[in-house]
Structure formats: C-alpha cells, structure tokens
C-alpha cells in the first residue's frame, strides 16, 4: 500500500510489555494483521489531566465466563481512569471470579453526574452527605492507664 495505516488503541496494562502484547493480540482480531508485518511507532502512559478531582467513570466491558462471553456495562467513581480500571477488575474477580485475562475493557469514559445509572454511584451524589462515626474510642491525652470502660457509642 502507498499509504500505511496507522492504529491506535488505549490499553490498560501493568506495564509496557504487556501493553505490546494485548495491542497485537486486539489487532489480530480486528485484521489480518501480524507482528512481523507490522511495528509499534509508540506506546505511552497517559497521564490524567485532573487527577485531583472525583469523578465517575462508565465502563464498557466484554469477559468470558465459565459459560459464555458477556457483555457489561459498569459505573465506578475515583480520581484517575487508572483507578477505576483497577476497581474494576478487582471487582470482576470478586463478583464473577472473572480473571484479568479474560477481560477486555472496551470502552472507558467519564460520565456526568446526571448520566449515571448505579445506585452504588450516585448514592455518593448527595450534597448533604456525611458520614457518622457512631463508635469511636475518644482518648485522654497524657493518661498512661486508664481505669474505666471508654463509652464508644455517641450519637
């Protein structure tokens, strides 16, 4: 071909050799394509832009199971796309015993406050949300032994 194409993919990897292998992998399912025929121009970490504020991310997934491939849809709120990639996977091998390999994110993406459909997600959107601490030990300062029992529960 006069002009050779060029494909981009965002990978989430531990590090940059595995990074290599699942792109060839995916482009080996997209087209005839193979590592000799082809090179990798770059391969980059890309950093957060605001990774400082919260946010909620939408992830579109693909696993295999022990019965079949499925298709998912899962919402997570943290600080970096990273995090929220780490989430996930985490809670795929809990919640399905889905191993990382047979996990394919296809789609990740920050969604609104307003866009999101997890109640585990926007149960946090409140903003008059707190958080008690009904039973917390409240120390005396300078006191070696203490005698009596510490009252732990207050409301």
């Known amino acids: 071909e006069p002009v050779t194409p060029l494909y981009r993919m965002r990978i ?65 709120r ?21 191993r990382a390999h047979s996990i394919q994110i296809i789609r990740c993406e920050s969604v609104a406050a307003n866009k999101c459909r997890r109640p585990l997600v926007t149960q946090m959107h409140d903003s008059k949300i707190k958080f008690p601490l009904p039973c917390r030990v409240q120390k005396n300062h300078g006191e070696l032994v203490q005698a009596n029992r510490p009252s732990t529960y207050f409301l």
């Open 12 to 76: 989430f990897a531990t590090d940059p050799v595995v990074a290599k292998s699942r792109f060839w992998y995916f482009l080996r399912q997209l087209r005839k394509f193979k590592k000799t025929t082809g090179e990798i121009v770059s391969c980059e970490e890309v950093k957060e832009k605001y990774p400082l504020k919260v946010k909620n991310f939408g992830i579109w997934l693909r696993y295999n199971s022990r019965s079949g491939t499925h298709n998912m849809y899962r919402e997570y």
């Open 78 to 98: 943290d600080l970096t796309v990273n995090g929220a990639i780490t989430q996930c996977y985490r809670d795929m091998g809990a919640r399905h015993r889905a």
